[in-house]
Nanobody
Framework: QVQLVESGGGLVQAGGSLRLSCEAS????????MGWFRQAPGKERDFVAA????????KYANSVKGRFTISRDNARSTMYLQMNSLKPEDTAVYYC??????????????????WGQGTQVTVSS
């Protein structure tokens, strides 16, 4: 079993930055692909970014490429999402997740087995 706790969300003006953190406990953190997803009101949960177990591989949604950076610190069992140049359309609840598929970076929410409770990010115009 894996437990995930997100933090770092908040209210920021357009063009600003936030860094989200996801602290994991339970099973061996460094063994798993991890990802960030987001869900705006009335919309489906969308893929944002994913990172390989070692941190050497990453994948991003086109909408955030060049603005967001995913990273992880396996010694601290923590994953991060640095969000720069934020836009109002980035407003959503952001979730971190763990995939039990270790050999590719999935963008499908149903392929992630464990989820955090979410943290709200609001970007004002």
């Amino acid at each position: 079993q894996v437990q995930l706790v997100e933090s770092g969300g908040g209210l920021v003006q357009a063009g600003g930055s936030l860094r989200l953190s996801c602290e994991a406990s339970g099973r061996i953190f460094s063994s798993y692909v991890m990802g960030w997803f987001r869900q705006a009101p009335g919309k489906e949960r969308d893929f944002v970014a994913a990172i390989s177990s070692s941190g050497g591989g990453t994948k991003y949604a086109n909408s955030v490429k060049g603005r967001f950076t995913i990273s992880r610190d396996n010694a601290r069992s923590t994953m991060y999402l640095q969000m720069n140049s934020l836009k109002p359309e980035d407003t959503a609840v952001y979730y971190c997740a763990v995939s039990e598929i270790s050999y590719y970076l999935s963008i499908q929410a149903h392929e992630y087995a464990y989820w955090g409770q979410g943290t709200q990010v609001t970007v004002s115009s």
